[in-house]
């Protein structure tokens, strides 16, 4: 599967942005599909995922509260929409599927096996 995330940009603090990731094939909705970041200088770190039926879904307690995640799996489409934006936010925002048979929506990034691109979200001070 390939996938396509779009929609980030800049923002000033306490603003919103809602993420799009379009993926390819016919199978998306058997994925378990997540969204990271990366920030300069730091490590890439979980912020959320949904599981296949958007029955589940789970969060980085860094954006609990104000980041939601969703899909459509008839548009082939996660979004995550965030919201109250900060300036730690700031990163590259990558979406991810899991083609694993697992039920649990996994923070570990090596669990997923599709990445897309990334777009980047910067959000002003």
Request: net charge positive; glycine share 12%.
């Amino acid at each position: 599967v390939q996938l396509q995330a779009s929609g980030g940009g800049l923002v000033q603090a306490g603003g919103s942005l809602r993420l799009s990731c379009v993926a390819s094939g016919r199978t998306f909705s058997s994925y378990i599909m997540g969204w990271f970041r990366q920030a300069p200088g730091k490590e890439r770190e979980f912020v959320g995922g949904i599981n296949r039926s958007s029955g589940n879904t789970r969060y980085a307690d860094s954006v609990k509260g104000r980041f939601t995640i969703s899909r459509d799996n008839a548009k082939n489409t996660v979004y995550l929409q965030m919201n109250k934006l900060a300036p730690e936010d700031t990163a590259v925002y990558y979406c991810a599927a899991d083609g694993s048979r697992s039920v649990i929506v996994e923070s570990d990034g090596t669990r997923y096996d599709y990445w897309g691109q990334g777009t980047q979200v910067t959000v002003s001070s």
